[in-house]
């Protein structure tokens, strides 16, 4: 009780003293001692006239035990730091967050606080909007006056502080007290009188300023100055709003020591109704309480969030309060977590349509939530898969198949007029079971057996003819899967082989051999008519499962006369394919031949033998330059250039962590880097060195084909290339005398990082030759350089220039793999 007569004690010191001392400025805080020490006569009598006695305040604050001072308002944490957390944690009531259970992720916020959410700023008086006639004049009120006709004048007057105006030919006129439109008159009245032939246009100038107080749970208490054109609204903006737990329904305007109105921030949010935001005078305090009883209300309503209570409200007010119900809401479930005075929550079950339940009234902490409809469609059947409109449709009783599919253009071409699925719900079970539909037979005949009858959520899937059909029955199968139990197995069955699409299908009833291979989308050209296989488990037997194998002929089984082979729940039908059946293979031969082209091959069909059908070579054809390659060996050499990639580059990152005890050379470095980026865009070739000169001399084995083969046969070349470390790689015509040294000599001879020793030839069949006995010198006669041959030069990584140690194997392959890719492009290009 001290403590709060203490502080009111000072409030009233504050509000009566402060009145004395103009503030400057948005905001200054006021110790109320100080100005007791500073009163002057004229202050006491400034007080007196405002309703209070200062030296009876004074008297009293000085009898209270001195307390610490409040800190000041610099010392309050800037607003902007502290918006978003006003916004966001707020203080929530007990009832609006479970106290046993985790939190929501999203937590509600306090209805009405992010209208402040922001920093104050400095508050600009509005001096060019019009003043209304009621507008009360006082001192320091600007008024412009126009003369014209006999005199021509303009001036400003201002309002003294004895609420005078010192006017032209006309005196000291009184004016504070009284509203523009009454000083209007009666200056038009005296000037019209006194002022013969003039004539006065007399409008509001510059407003005059005054100081007020937000005190109580604002968000920077204290003195502000503002226009005389605030409102309550307007102090609460340049204060900076309210704290977080301040009251937004009782904000209480105090004059003189009264409570003269009362403003609910509600009805400004809500309705936007300003009737109670009046107009402030000069001293006027705005006083805001803390918050009063809190309620939440969550759920299916358009405004989720924390309410403030007046008093006597309902859990129909609360509604109200929260925008109404959401179009997805369902009345008849809602309910209160309500705190039992033994502390502990209890809950009430609402009907939202029941009049007695909307009126209950609310208590503190109260928190009200109100459930959604269901996620679930009721009297409806859904259509989907190959139609045009899939979608959901309006249920009706006696409602059949021919009033969802009823002609051909409903759907998009190639639908599947054999099979189609209709799954179906137990309503007592919830339980899902597939039934077998035939589109072509319900457009056909409507009425007939096929047409079945449907039921309310009834769900048909149409398929295309050539349309995977795997993800569409997806979720029915997941769920037919769930269903399943120790005596209840999943009502599944599985088909494999030579059928379109094979993979798993849903059981229906009665299902047949000849209705899954239709489920399949039917068998493919390599399907064995012979005989089917069906396995199927046998877990009768309580210690073991058995596996047993049903075999039937597929030729007799898909006859129209034969009887069927009935499916059950997990079996597997396997549809054989048809012995030494193969997909259509064939090789290419390019170049010299009589007919070139794509030939398909037989099995176990030779390389001779192709060439004998393509008609033999022609007389330009260089035999001993053939290029053979084969999709398996580019793959495997595709592999091999990745992984050369990655030894190499680790190899470069190595070289350069340790540059500081072997440092690499500049140029040394760029040179390994642009090979491997070389490396990176060399692509695998996949060639096949062959004699061929031998194979068709019979001397070697014959090439048996596989698919994707391809023979290139070039013309006969004249040249002899040279690559790799020397000045300039270039080729040249081959002469008979001339030596490789002598082809070297024409490229200008080696590079600094030339492995001289390691010079190899490489001939235009593509067989690699090294010398064997001296410098450039070779064995045998075939050994010697040829037209169409490529003399390469590798990197020697232990010259004078330091290169990583596997720079040479580097770049072996990449002059290998870019003679074979040229010759395959000689062919490509038009």
């Known amino acids: 009780m001290k403590t709060q007569s203490l502080f009111q004690s000072s409030a009233a010191v504050l509000f009566a003293i402060a009145l004395l001392f103009p503030l400057h400025g948005q905001s200054q805080s006021v110790d109320a001692s100080a100005l007791c020490n500073d009163v002057t006569p004229a202050n006491r009598a400034m007080a007196k006239s405002a309703g209070y006695d200062v030296d009876a305040l004074c008297s009293g604050l000085a009898a209270q035990p001195q307390r610490t001072p409040a800190p000041q308002a610099a010392a309050i944490p800037d607003r902007r730091e502290m918006a978003q957390e006003k916004v966001d944690d707020q203080i929530d009531p007990t009832a609006v967050v479970d106290v046993t259970a985790t939190p929501p992720v999203k937590a509600l916020k306090p209805f009405g606080y992010d209208l402040f959410a922001g920093s104050p700023n400095t508050f600009a008086p509005v001096t060019n909007v019009p003043v209304s006639p009621n507008y009360l004049l006082g001192p320091g009120d600007m008024l412009e006056v126009m003369f014209y006709g006999k005199t021509n004048s303009a001036f400003g007057l201002e309002i003294n502080r004895d609420g005078t105006v010192n006017f032209p030919d006309l005196g000291p006129v009184g004016l504070?007290?009284?509203?523009?439109?009454?000083?209007?008159?009666?200056?038009?009245?005296?000037?019209?009188?006194?002022?013969?032939?003039?004539?006065?246009?007399?409008?509001?100038?510059?407003?005059?300023?005054?100081?007020?107080?937000?005190?109580?749970?604002?968000?920077?208490?204290?003195?502000?100055?503002?226009?005389?054109?605030?409102?309550?609204?307007?102090?609460?903006?340049?204060?900076?709003?309210?704290?977080?737990?301040?009251?937004?329904?009782?904000?209480?305007?105090?004059?003189?020591?009264?409570?003269?109105?009362?403003?609910?921030?509600?009805?400004?949010?809500?309705?936007?109704?300003?009737?109670?935001?009046?107009r402030l005078q000069p001293a006027d305090v705005i006083f805001i309480p803390t918050v009063g009883d809190l309620v939440s209300v969550d759920g299916q309503v358009l405004r989720p969030a924390i309410y403030e209570l007046k008093g006597g409200e309902s859990v129909s007010d609360l509604i109200t309060l929260a925008g109404g119900l959401g179009p997805k809401a369902y009345p008849n479930n809602a309910g209160i977590e309500r705190i039992e005075g033994g502390g502990f929550l209890t809950a009430l079950d609402l009907d939202l349509t029941n009049a007695s339940d909307l009126q209950l009234l609310l208590k503190s902490g109260d928190g009200l939530n109100v459930s959604a409809i269901k996620d679930r469609m009721e009297s409806t059947v859904s259509l989907a898969g190959h139609v045009y409109y899939p979608g959901n449709f309006s249920w009706k009783e006696d409602m059949r198949l021919s009033d969802l599919i009823?002609?051909?253009?409903?759907?998009?071409?190639?639908?599947?007029?054999?099979?189609?699925?209709?799954?179906?719900?137990?309503?007592?079970?919830?339980?899902l079971s597939a039934l077998l539909i035939n589109p072509g037979a319900v457009i056909a005949e409507p009425g007939s057996a096929a047409d079945l009858a449907l039921k309310s959520r009834d769900h048909v899937m149409l398929f295309g003819q050539d349309l995977p059909r795997e993800e569409q029955l997806e979720p029915l199968l997941v769920e037919l899967r769930s269903q399943r139990s120790f005596d209840n197995p999943a009502k599944l069955v599985e088909i494999s082989g030579s059928v379109k699409f094979?993979?798993?299908?849903?059981?229906?009833?009665?299902?047949?051999?000849?209705?899954?291979?239709?489920?399949?989308?039917?068998?493919?050209?390599?399907?064995?008519?012979?005989?089917?296989?069906?396995?199927?488990?046998?877990?009768?037997d309580a210690e073991?499962?058995?596996?047993?194998?049903?075999?039937?002929?597929?030729?007799?089984?898909?006859?129209?006369?034969?009887?069927?082979?009935n499916l059950q729940a997990n079996d597997l039908v396997t549809i054989k394919v048809l012995p030494d059946y193969r997909e259509r293979e064939s090789v290419t031969l390019e170049g010299e031949v009589m007919f070139p082209g794509i030939y398909v091959i037989s099995r176990?069909?030779?390389?001779?033998?192709?060439?004998?059908?393509?008609?033999?070579?022609?007389?330009?054809?260089?035999?001993?330059?053939?290029?053979?390659?084969?999709?398996?060996?580019?793959?495997?050499?595709?592999?091999?250039?990745?992984?050369?990639?990655?030894?190499?580059?680790?190899?470069?990152?190595?070289?350069?962590?340790?540059?500081?005890?072997?440092?690499?050379?500049?140029?040394?470095?760029?040179?390994?880097?642009?090979?491997?980026?070389?490396?990176?865009?060399?692509?695998?070739?996949?060639r096949l060195v062959i004699p061929l000169k031998a194979i068709l001399d019979q001397r070697e084995n014959d090439i048996i084909l596989t698919s994707g083969d391809k023979l290139i046969i070039p013309k006969f070349r004249q040249e002899v290339t040279v690559l790799g470390e020397v000045q300039r790689s270039a080729s040249h015509l081959f002469r008979k005398k001339t030596k490789l040294k002598d082809y070297l000599e024409m490229s200008g001879g080696f590079t600094q990082a030339a492995d001289k020793r390691g010079v190899y030839l490489i001939k235009s069949s593509g067989e690699v030759v090294i010398p064997r006995s001296g410098l450039f010198r070779f064995k045998s006669k075939s050994d010697k350089v040829e037209p169409g041959d490529t003399i390469v030069v590798p990197v020697d990584t232990n010259g004078p220039v330091k290169f990583i140690p596997l720079m040479a194997e580097v770049s072996r392959m990449i002059y290998e793999l870019a003679l074979g890719a040229a010759a395959i492009n000689s062919f490509s290009s038009p």
């Open 544 to 565: 073991l499962a058995n596996v047993e194998i049903k075999t039937a002929n597929l030729t007799e089984l898909l006859s129209e006369s034969a009887g069927s082979l």
């Open 176 to 278: 504070a007290g009284l509203t523009f439109q009454e000083a209007k008159d009666m200056l038009q009245t005296r000037i019209n009188a006194q002022m013969i032939g003039v004539q006065a246009s007399i409008s509001m100038g510059e407003l005059r300023s005054m100081q007020i107080f937000v005190l109580g749970e604002a968000y920077k208490p204290g003195a502000y100055t503002v226009s005389s054109l605030s409102t309550i609204t307007h102090a609460l903006v340049v204060s900076g709003g309210v704290s977080d737990i301040a009251s937004l329904r009782n904000i209480q305007l105090k004059r003189a020591g009264k409570t003269i109105a009362s403003l609910d921030l509600y009805d400004l949010l809500m309705r936007g109704d300003t009737k109670n935001d009046i």
């Open 604 to 686: 176990g069909e030779t390389l001779v033998q192709v060439i004998n059908r393509a008609g033999g070579f022609t007389e330009y054809a260089d035999i001993g330059a053939v290029l053979f390659t084969r999709d398996a060996l580019r793959v495997k050499e595709a592999q091999n250039l990745l992984e050369l990639k990655e030894r190499m580059e680790q190899q470069l990152s190595a070289e350069e962590l340790n540059d500081t005890e072997n440092p690499l050379d500049a140029s040394a470095l760029a040179r390994q880097k642009e090979i491997l980026s070389k490396l990176a865009d060399t692509k695998a070739v996949g």
């Open 502 to 540: 094979p993979g798993a299908y849903p059981l229906t009833e009665s299902m047949d051999i000849k209705q899954i291979i239709k489920a399949s989308g039917g068998l493919t050209e390599s399907a064995y008519m012979g005989y089917v296989e069906v396995t199927r488990e046998d877990l009768s």
């Open 406 to 431: 009823s002609g051909l253009d409903q759907f998009p071409p190639g639908l599947d007029l054999d099979y189609a699925i209709l799954s179906r719900e137990d309503p007592l079970t919830g339980e």
